[in-house]
């Protein structure tokens, strides 16, 4: 089968969860025997550099980026605000890519065009006039309900009607685009039963983030638990988690375990972050190795209230046998058992419970780990999750 996926941002490196969920899909298919084309869009916060993709890679992919500038332009957002477009999709809109697409189906033909996230919908209509391969979007995130989520929390008087505007009218985009598409490949089930349920007759399946398990083989360090937290800082529900956590969990551990450890990292850390004062609190920014930062450190914790989609780093740390605990949104779409695979918390008491209870009983945190990679191997390994994509595919070849 011969695809054509066309990336919001370079699916290498994959230093991100949506880049390595882009990544994983790429090569599953490419190990499974198919051939793939990457059209990616560069940009200024995510650009493709040719020269750092493996070779083994580009070739068989021939990856291409096409650069549009995303940055946020308060002109531009503004012009959108008076003709209705929705400034979140209509940014990464690039005349450039269009004519490359054009180009592209006017010489080569595909059995699927896969779109990688919302924001590569504007392509639909060239697409569609110089291709009749099924078009399948690859939903990361459901992003009104982020964007629903982003607002709630907004305190500037000025941003949050904004936000509020923006999600409605995001709202009302991502619902017409289900129709727009010959199918829809959600991340997890609840994204999917949320697309059916606002009456669309367009094919849904749900294909998880999925890891190669062998990438992931870590024992725990030795010594008393270490949390963490990992993440891009410049996301904002990761940044305001991270708050939280230092200004309403942290000091209530230190109550009872004033030698508690906390360690922080992520690309983009903001300074004031990185001059935290806090006992037994490291902060830092971007580190090389998302794994071996992860193999060194015990319990993960993802403080998240205004997620959406599944949350990658969640299945990368139980990969690794490591002991996650999470917030109820941090953790959706991933098929867990509170208290046997994950620990789940809500409020400030809570979260600071698990993390003293484990302080207590060292134990514990070894046991949920080894739950939490069985887990891993069960439902998210690389293989039936690509398998079930190309099956998806089928039907709507056959239709």
């Not at 906390?262 to 920014?285: R, S, W």
């Not at 953790?331 to 993390?355: K, N, S, V």
Request: charge should be neutral; charged fraction near 25%; hydrophobic fraction near 40%.
């Amino acid at each position: 089968m011969r695809i054509l996926q066309l990336c919001n941002k370079p699916p290498f490196p994959p230093i991100d969860g949506g880049s390595k969920a882009m990544h994983n899909i790429t090569r599953g298919l490419l190990a499974a025997g198919h051939s793939v084309k990457v059209i990616c869009l560069s940009t200024p916060k995510h650009p493709l550099v040719p020269d750092d993709v493996p070779e083994p890679f580009r070739k068989a992919t021939g990856i291409e980026g096409v650069f549009v500038d995303t940055s946020i332009n308060v002109v531009d957002a503004f012009t959108d605000l008076l003709t209705a477009e929705n400034y979140n999709v209509s940014r990464f809109f690039s005349p450039d890519l269009d004519i490359r697409l054009i180009r592209l189906l006017s010489q080569e033909t595909f059995d699927i065009v896969q779109l990688e996230s919302l924001f590569m919908t504007p392509y639909i209509p060239n697409i569609r006039r110089y291709s009749r391969a099924p078009i399948v979007l690859r939903s990361h995130n459901l992003e009104h309900v982020l964007q629903e989520r982003i607002a709630s929390g907004e305190r500037h008087f000025l941003k949050k009607p904004y936000r509020k505007y923006l999600a409605k009218q995001l709202k009302t985009y991502e619902l017409e685009m289900l129709d727009r598409v010959d199918g829809v490949a959600a991340i997890t089930p609840s994204d999917a039963e949320h697309y059916r349920a606002h009456g669309t007759r367009t094919p849904i399946t749900t294909v998880p983030f999925g890891v190669d398990p062998a990438e992931y083989e870590a024992d725990l360090p030795g010594g008393d638990p270490v949390f963490f937290h990992l993440g891009s800082m410049d996301w904002l529900p990761n940044e305001e988690g991270v708050r939280w956590l230092l200004k309403e969990v942290w000091p209530r551990v230190l109550r009872t375990h004033p030698k508690a450890k906390l360690q922080l990292a992520g690309n983009k850390m903001p300074k004031d972050l990185l001059d935290t004062d806090l006992p037994g609190v490291t902060v830092q920014g971007r580190v090389k190795s998302a794994n071996a930062y992860m193999a060194a450190r015990h319990v993960m914790v993802v403080p998240l209230f205004s997620a959406g989609g599944m949350r990658v780093k969640i299945v990368e740390g139980m990969a690794m046998g490591r002991c996650v605990i999470s917030t109820h949104m941090g953790a959706e779409g991933i098929d867990h058992t509170d208290g046997t695979d994950i620990l789940l918390a809500d409020t400030p008491a809570a979260f600071a419970a698990h993390i003293t209870a484990l302080l207590d009983e060292p134990a514990r945190v070894a046991r949920i780990g080894q739950a939490a990679r069985r887990l891993i191997d069960e439902r998210y390994s690389d293989k039936p999750i690509i398998d079930g994509l190309v099956a998806f595919y089928r039907t709507l070849l056959k239709a």
